[in-house]
């Protein structure tokens, strides 16, 4: 490779980049939502009833996950910011691995909020984390395609995860175990094992990675050092400090965003497969638990597809407001309707939309912070924005559980979700009105209009 060509050099690393480090960061999530998600199998396939679990207080299992993750969320990712995301990273996994076997041997509704809790505690800092350590290896531009990539593990998690907790869960009475049971321990270890060959696999930045070229090294680096000069030279001492992004209007606005997009995404997560399990009564189907696994999986695959060719396109014209505004708008109107459909096959389709919608906009939401975030700054406004968001993480499964027990359906809190989403893209769109009318200093680069093309 000839040194003096710097588009080469700059295709070079990123692709190396895009094949090395973020598979692997991508399967580190890929576990990291399967563990978090995993309840959501377990519950209509015998932990409900072997616990005597009500509806509302699924909810709050599912939920209470949230509360032990937001406390320690901006400590755990300022952790990492310090210490070195290999470390952090591979330690929080190992930790929550260890926290998710336990789930094997839960007796008791106390017990299963408990553990809920402490996975929380453990989880605390992982996905603002990788989000922050992988906008440490790409310069902004290329930031959008990295970050879709590494998204499109949320989607495969249930593409893969829904059929495979089913065979799991199939294994019903081996070692004397309930199905449940031995689905827990078998999502489990994956977390501890990767999370110790994270330790070894991970580089902390460019400049260490041996995989590089020299010339790669060097390029990478230089111009990451540029941009975060740029981003320095441009802001006023204090907003570069972790106090100050935590009191960014621009930060709040992004973090309420978040939230509804969040608050679409967990009620879809934890409450399909229930969703489904109620399809029997609603219309005189029957399916085992692996035929459910697989219709759980089905609106996850074109998610998958969705997610990268809205990406592409925000990568190729810049990430807009419409990038995120449009699919939110179209799954505040789509998941209410999707329980008033006469059929299996026509609730799916809508489901399948609604979900589609939810992960196109995700991928570029999370292009936009690190543009106008340096340092400490960044850690500590990209775990604000995660930490509101997740907000909705606690209140989505808890709220629809209460609501669909209060109504004894699921349509009331598909509309309270259908209205948070809303909220997002009423934002999404606020902001893009702002920056057209020139009201830039309110405005992350991000989102800033583009100049016309010559």
């Given at each position: 490779m000839n040194a003096a060509d710097p588009q080469a050099v700059e295709r070079s690393a990123i692709r190396k980049v895009s094949w090395r480090l973020v598979p692997f960061v991508a399967l580190m999530f890929f576990i990291n939502f399967l563990d978090r998600t995993a309840i959501s199998f377990a519950g209509p396939n015998g932990m409900s009833k072997d616990l005597g679990l009500?509806?509302?207080?699924?909810?709050?299992?599912?939920?209470?996950?949230?509360?032990?993750?937001?406390?320690?969320?901006?400590?755990?990712?300022?952790?990492?910011?310090?210490?070195?995301?290999?470390?952090?990273?591979?330690?929080?996994?190992?930790?929550?691995?260890?926290?998710?076997?336990?789930?094997?041997?839960?007796?008791?509704?106390?017990?299963?909020?408990?553990?809920?809790?402490?996975?929380?505690?453990?989880?605390?800092?992982?996905?603002?984390?990788?989000?922050?350590?992988?906008?440490?290896?790409?310069?902004?531009?290329?930031?959008?395609?990295?970050?879709?990539?590494?998204?499109?593990?949320?989607?495969?998690?249930?593409?893969?995860?829904?059929?495979?907790?089913?065979?799991?869960?199939?294994?019903?009475?081996?070692?004397?175990?309930?199905?449940?049971?031995?689905?827990?321990?078998?999502?489990?270890?994956?977390?501890?094992?990767?999370?110790?060959?994270?330790?070894?696999?991970?580089?902390?930045?460019?400049?260490?990675?041996?995989?590089?070229?020299?010339?790669?090294?060097?390029?990478?680096?230089?111009?990451?050092?540029?941009?975060?000069?740029?981003?320095?030279?441009?802001?006023?001492?204090?907003?570069?400090?972790?106090?100050?992004?935590?009191?960014?209007?621009?930060?709040?606005?992004?973090?309420?965003?978040?939230f509804g997009l969040i608050y679409g995404l967990y009620a879809l997560a934890f409450f399909l497969p229930t969703i489904i399990g109620g399809f029997e009564a609603r219309f005189g189907t029957h399916f085992n638990v692996f035929q459910k696994g697989m219709i759980t999986a089905i609106p996850y695959l074109p998610a998958a597809v969705a997610l990268f060719l809205w990406s592409r396109s925000a990568t190729k014209r810049g990430v807009r407001a419409w990038h995120i505004g449009i699919p939110a708008l179209i799954g505040a109107a789509s998941i209410p309707v999707a329980l008033y459909m006469r059929s299996p096959t026509a609730s799916i389709a809508v489901i399948t939309i609604t979900a589609c919608a939810i992960f196109s906009a995700l991928p570029n939401f999370w292009a936009l912070p690190a543009r106008f975030l340096s340092g400490a700054a960044a850690a500590a406004g990209i775990a604000l924005i995660n930490t509101v968001g997740n907000l909705a993480g606690f209140m989505a499964p808890y709220i629809t559980g209460l609501v669909k027990e209060s109504t004894g359906s699921y349509q009331a809190p598909m509309f309270i979700v259908g209205a948070f989403m809303l909220m997002s893209a009423v934002l999404a769109f606020a902001i893009g009105a702002g920056a057209r009318q020139g009201r830039d200093d309110a405005m992350p680069a991000g989102l800033q209009p583009h100049s016309p093309t010559k």
């Open positions: 009500s509806a509302a207080q699924f909810g709050l299992a599912a939920g209470v996950f949230f509360i032990g993750y937001i406390v320690l969320e901006i400590p755990s990712n300022l952790a990492l910011h310090k210490f070195g995301a290999r470390r952090w990273l591979a330690r929080i996994m190992v930790t929550w691995g260890i926290v998710a076997l336990l789930f094997t041997w839960v007796s008791s509704i106390p017990g299963l909020y408990t553990l809920r809790f402490l996975l929380g505690v453990a989880e605390a800092g992982f996905f603002p984390g990788a989000i922050l350590f992988l906008s440490m290896w790409v310069p902004a531009r290329h930031r959008s395609h990295i970050l879709a990539l590494f998204y499109l593990a949320q989607p495969l998690t249930i593409v893969i995860g829904a059929p495979v907790a089913a065979l799991l869960i199939e294994a019903h009475g081996a070692f004397g175990l309930a199905g449940w049971r031995i689905m827990f321990f078998g999502v489990a270890i994956p977390a501890i094992l990767v999370g110790v060959i994270a330790w070894f696999y991970l580089a902390d930045r460019p400049s260490q990675a041996k995989w590089l070229s020299l010339d790669e090294q060097n390029w990478l680096t230089a111009k990451l050092a540029e941009e975060e000069q740029a981003k320095t030279a441009s802001a006023r001492p204090h907003t570069l400090r972790p106090g100050a992004a935590m009191m960014s209007g621009r930060v709040w606005m992004f973090a309420l965003m978040y």
